[in-house]
């Protein structure tokens, strides 16, 4: 059973996006990133993302990782408190801790191509 079948399927993925963009909106070192974006694009975004990551149905058919956050100037420490956000939404949903810690690990693996490092 893959990691999104593990964590709910289609369902607790959504209901972890929208908490995860509710309390990155919220973080104020996070929130101007958002600030103009429609918010729902970039949910269904995610959602596609978290699926394809965690081995659910493979829908993603947007850009590269690299490419979606080029010169966005995302920083080493913006991308930790995001992954810790994701991480809360999860927990907020009563996933076990050790598919939360599994979630972070491949979440991390994207870090190279979405940190700025200029």
């Known amino acids: 059973m893959s990691v999104f079948d593990k964590l709910g399927g289609e369902t607790a993925i959504a209901l972890a996006v929208e908490d995860f963009y ?3 909106t919220a973080d104020p ?14 949910k269904h975004h995610q ?3 978290l699926a394809v990551a965690l ?15 080029a010169g966005l100037g995302i ?25 939360v810690a599994t979630v972070v690990r491949r979440v991390e ?9 200029r």
């Open 22 to 24: 509710a309390r990155m």
């Open 29 to 42: 070192e996070l929130a101007g990133w958002f600030e103009g974006l429609d918010l729902e694009t970039l």
């Open 47 to 49: 959602r596609a993302f």
């Open 55 to 69: 081995g659910g149905p493979e829908e993603y058919s947007g850009r590269s990782m690299r490419s979606a956050h």
């Open 75 to 99: 920083t080493d420490r913006a991308y930790t408190r995001t992954v810790a956000h994701l991480a809360d939404a999860l927990t907020a949903l009563g996933a076990d801790p050790e598919l």
């Open 109 to 117: 693996l994207m870090r190279a191509a979405i940190v700025d490092i």
